[in-house]
């Protein structure tokens, strides 16, 4: 029967699209814009404050040129490079830095190659700064929402540093129960958010609409070249209004471009340059708000409110980057730049919401730990900016060279839109530099002992791959000389599942058992894990099959397709083969699974430096136990040990 378009049917289900849509934008507006959508709180208060070692004269002029600087700030680097441009370069699907790293490693030819791994460097680099990101953002949005409460009540301000740590305490502890119960509530506050601070940045316009002048950019230039003394070391501060534009393009994954790009355009971007406008309003009628004119803005009726709304907001947005973290830790695992790890999935219809609990204590520590030292918004300000403007800079480099290489976009374009973006970069990047005695200095820091351990661990887990591969020997001729062996091994019933770094070399555990038990199980499954550059990977393609030159032996070893985002179970991929594949069925409820388990010694050999190799050694040790991270039954899993020197 043919359904009418005016039918109730086909109305409901397009209305359940709809529904979906909204849900999803919904969604977006709690996850992926908190950390920029609390901005406003912090950006005008920190330009304009006067303990500050270059303080911005408040005048009138310098009030238009602020604003007009920091409203076109946020169109060219969050709108014009995330939004317009970034964006488009996704990776299956998925979005952020370590996204473009994988299209990098990607490209073809020696010379692609060569560029490819020094701007890899770079994007590791960037992902290091990233962590930093995650320990500063928590303390510096929940800081600068918990000193609103001076504004109500000065006589609270010994109070602050108190109940921020124990808000951040209790942020962290509740990571292990996920977003997956919470996050539907992420969205409506942060709506509500939104609209309340847009809707103060209207009132304050209203009141001083020649505010509205700053919109023009030629008060953005005339201040910059008319005051480039003071306009250079200001853009530390102005920064601040750009922080949160990465997970943008990090979250891309989880709502996609176009419901990011509609939530950023009809509702984020409106109120947070209301609320930009509205302070400078502020500032124009009484200089003296200037010592917090975001909080100050509303009325007094709405200030307690305001605090509490903020509160909430700050939590969301440290709750989206320390996600954030997970996700970069998880995948910088994957790719081999940091020990395997322990990773929970919180939710059964999210894939992206996971859990690492080493990561999460080590970022409390350090966020309590940076609270305690700085004990002020204002005094961690300008660490903030260094992360920020280091990793956009880098981002956007990375971006042009795939545009160029991967979609031959014309060399003058690129030429030109990467010149005019990264000057603005870096423009950025420089007055940050200036800030290093006052904090900048400590993203860097944490970036590079961050960006250490990765390249130390991939290193160290090259030295240690190439040790293995000549303890193990050639698989396909140990597979001969069992088939050759007499008298023929004992076979026991049963299957064995041998865990193993690829299909090239024999897994130690099982030449152990053959030289030391002299059996070998009836049906027995060389397994390895091949974690590819792209997010996912489909059932079908799932696992490859090897009889490894002999078809009726029982032998046979299977590689194990996963994709960076997710997380590998061996039961269940084993559980995807067709019996006709395996010389037989296997016993997969019942079977037994081996895995090697290698104890490391720094030894004599000059492979790295002596600290690098007590560097690698240490890291090891947070390396995830192997059974749990890939799904194995605790009950029947053998670990066999062995040796090897770094």
Request: overall charge neutral; glycine content about 8%.
């Amino acid at each position: 029967m043919r359904i009418n378009p005016e039918t109730p049917s086909q109305t409901g289900a397009v209305d359940g699209r709809d529904a979906v849509r909204a849900a999803v934008v919904v969604g977006a507006l709690g996850v992926v814009f908190g950390d920029i959508g609390t901005s406003p709180i912090y950006t005008i208060q920190t330009v304009f404050n006067p303990d500050d070692p270059h303080p911005v004269p408040i005048s009138t002029d310098n009030v238009y040129g602020v604003v007009s600087l920091v409203f076109w700030s946020v169109m060219i680097i969050v709108t014009l490079t995330y939004v317009s441009l970034v964006m488009r370069a996704d990776n299956d699907g998925e979005g952020g830095i370590m996204a473009l790293i994988t299209l990098l490693r990607r490209l073809g030819g020696a010379r692609h190659r060569r560029v490819a791994a020094v701007l890899s460097g770079l994007g590791i680099f960037g992902a290091a700064l990233f962590f930093g990101d995650s320990m500063i953002t928590p303390a510096i949005s929940v800081l600068s929402a918990v000193e609103g409460v001076k504004v109500v009540e000065p006589r609270m301000g010994d109070f602050i540093v108190p109940l921020t740590a124990l808000i951040i305490v209790l942020l962290f502890v509740v990571q292990r129960r996920g977003t997956a119960v919470v996050g539907r509530f992420f969205g409506p506050v942060m709506i509500v958010w939104f609209v309340s601070i847009g809707a103060c940045g209207a009132a304050g316009i209203a009141r001083h609409p020649e505010i509205l002048r700053a919109l023009s950019p030629t008060y953005a230039v005339s201040f910059v070249v008319g005051h480039f003394g003071i306009a250079f070391f200001a853009l530390a501060a102005v920064v601040l209004a750009v922080t949160g534009a990465e997970a943008l393009y990090a979250d891309m994954g989880h709502f996609g471009r176009r419901v990011i790009t509609r939530g950023w355009l009809m509702l984020v971007l409106p109120a947070c340059v209301l609320s930009y406008f509205g302070q400078g309003a502020l500032v124009l009628g009484d200089e003296t708000k200037v010592s917090s004119p975001f909080f100050l803005l509303p009325p007094d009726w709405a200030r307690l409110p305001m605090v509490l709304l903020a509160t909430a907001a700050t939590v969301i947005a440290s709750q989206a980057v320390i996600t954030g973290a997970y996700s970069v830790a998880s995948q910088a695992a994957q790719l081999g730049y940091l020990p395997r790890l322990r990773v929970a999935h919180t939710s059964e219809s999210t894939i992206g919401q996971i859990y690492v609990p080493w990561i999460n204590w080590v970022l409390m520590v350090s966020v309590l730990t940076l609270v305690f030292a700085f004990r002020s918004s204002a005094a961690l300000a300008y660490a903030f900016g260094m992360a920020v403007t280091a990793t956009i800079s880098i981002t956007t480099l990375l971006f042009f060279y795939i545009a160029r290489t991967r979609w031959h976009t014309p060399l003058w374009l690129v030429l030109i839109g990467a010149g005019f973006l990264l000057t603005v970069d870096l423009m950025f990047l420089a007055a940050n530099l200036t800030k290093l005695v006052h904090g900048a200095w400590l993203p860097l820091l944490i970036g590079v002992a961050a960006f250490t351990v990765m390249l130390t661990w991939q290193r160290g887990r090259g030295i240690v791959t190439l040790a293995r591969e000549r303890a193990e020997g050639p698989l396909r001729e140990f597979v001969d000389q069992l088939d050759e062996h007499r008298p023929p091994l004992l076979r026991v019933p049963g299957t064995a599942v041998f865990l193993n770094r690829g299909n090239q070399t024999a897994p130690l555990a099982m030449r152990a058992n053959v030289e030391h038990n002299r059996v070998l199980h009836d049906h027995v499954v060389i397994m390895s894990i091949d974690t590819l550059p792209v997010p996912r990977v489909p059932d079908e393609e799932r696992t490859e099959v090897d009889d490894l030159g002999h078809a009726e032996d029982g032998i046979i070893h299977v590689t194990a397709h996963f994709g960076y985002m997710e997380k590998p179970n061996v039961p269940d991929a084993l559980r995807l083969l067709d019996p006709a594949q395996t010389e037989g069925p296997i016993a997969i409820d019942d079977a037994s699974y081996f895995l090697s388990k290698i104890e490391l010694k720094k030894g004599t050999a000059p492979t790295m430096a002596p600290w690098r190799k007590r560097l690698f050694i240490a890291t090891s040790h947070i390396t995830a136990d192997a059974a749990e991270f890939f799904g194995l039954p605790g009950d029947r899993t053998v670990i066999i040990g062995s040796r090897i020197d770094v």
